[in-house]
């Protein structure tokens, strides 16, 4: 638990010094912060193949962070710093590390990890792509077209549905009919839910591990649907919300604040802070 309460942390930290940040006038463009739900990236970290690709999307902090541990690089990344992850052209949003992209595109991804998907039942058998998006990108076709394709090839693909409640700033009761569920039963896709288990990322792999072979092993897509919370703004400090609703949000952190693991995390990422801002600008040789 403490590797896994670490990275939680680590997470945590980070967006928070984002939006400091943001607030001091040192951040420009716009980001978007994954606060409350860091514990999806973590769970599936260890049930991803180092080799299995992952498209995030533009609230991917916790997933780069849950994959590579570098918090420097992608600081570096968001102020156009020296040691940047993509040499300071992608920022917060549009990344690529390996077989890690990102994109703020809403729906983008799916087709992509489709692809992706096909080909490694080609060359690669036993790998899988996983695409991460919220419940609002499913009002993009592009997911639609996707999971079609997706099921009639049996792809090894995992959507991976950060359920959050809100669209940007608009509930999701007041945007989606039905259900994801009914969704993806309508192309033969199996779905899978999982609860709000807090930070007991164990549990949650636990319902994983078993599904995410048949996917491996050829039995199709998978769109598992994972309940979590936003906790912070949609962008920046641009949250629409009462501020007593998002206060009154199930949050795991408070039990460990204060703890020996959040103070080291604290200091990490205030140690990245100082380090990144007095880094000089990136540069970027085309050739």
Not at 34 to 56: I, K, M, N
Not at 125 to 132: D, E, I, Q, T, V
Not at 143 to 164: D, F, G, I, K, T
Request: glycine content about 10%.
């Amino acid at each position: 638990m403490s590797t896994d309460l670490r990275t939680l942390l680590l997470i945590r930290h980070f967006e928070r010094a984002l939006l400091e940040l943001f607030a001091q006038g040192l951040l420009h463009g716009t980001t978007h912060t994954c606060l409350g739900q860091e514990a999806v990236p973590v769970a599936l970290l260890p049930l991803l193949d180092p080799d299995d690709f992952v498209f995030s999307n533009h609230r991917g902090h916790g997933h780069y962070l849950a994959r590579f541990d570098d918090p420097a690089g992608l600081l570096a990344e968001i102020m156009g710093r020296d040691g940047a992850v993509c040499n300071g052209v992608g920022g917060s949003q549009h990344l690529r590390r390996g077989r890690y992209l990102s994109t703020g595109v809403q729906g983008e991804s799916l087709p992509l990890a489709a692809g992706a998907a096909l080909h490694l039942t080609r060359s690669e058998p036993g790998r899988l792509a996983c695409a991460f998006i919220g419940d609002g990108t499913w009002g993009e076709g592009a997911v639609y077209e996707a999971l079609n394709l997706a099921a009639l090839w049996r792809l090894p693909l995992l959507v991976a549905v950060e359920h959050n409640g809100i669209a940007q700033s608009t509930p999701s009761a007041r945007a989606m009919a039905g259900t994801i569920a009914a969704r993806a039963a309508a192309f033969g896709v199996a779905h899978l839910a999982v609860p709000d288990l807090g930070d007991d990322v164990a549990a949650v792999r636990a319902m994983l591990e078993e599904p995410l072979k048949h996917v491996r092993d050829g039995a199709g897509p998978l769109v598992v649907e994972f309940a979590t919370h936003r906790l912070g703004p949609h962008s920046k400090g641009d949250d629409t919300r009462p501020a007593p609703a998002v206060a009154a949000l199930p949050d795991w952190y408070p039990r460990h604040q204060g703890s020996v693991l959040d103070i080291e995390q604290r200091d990490r990422i205030a140690a990245v802070v100082a380090d990144v801002t007095a880094r000089p600008p990136s540069t970027w040789d085309a050739r």
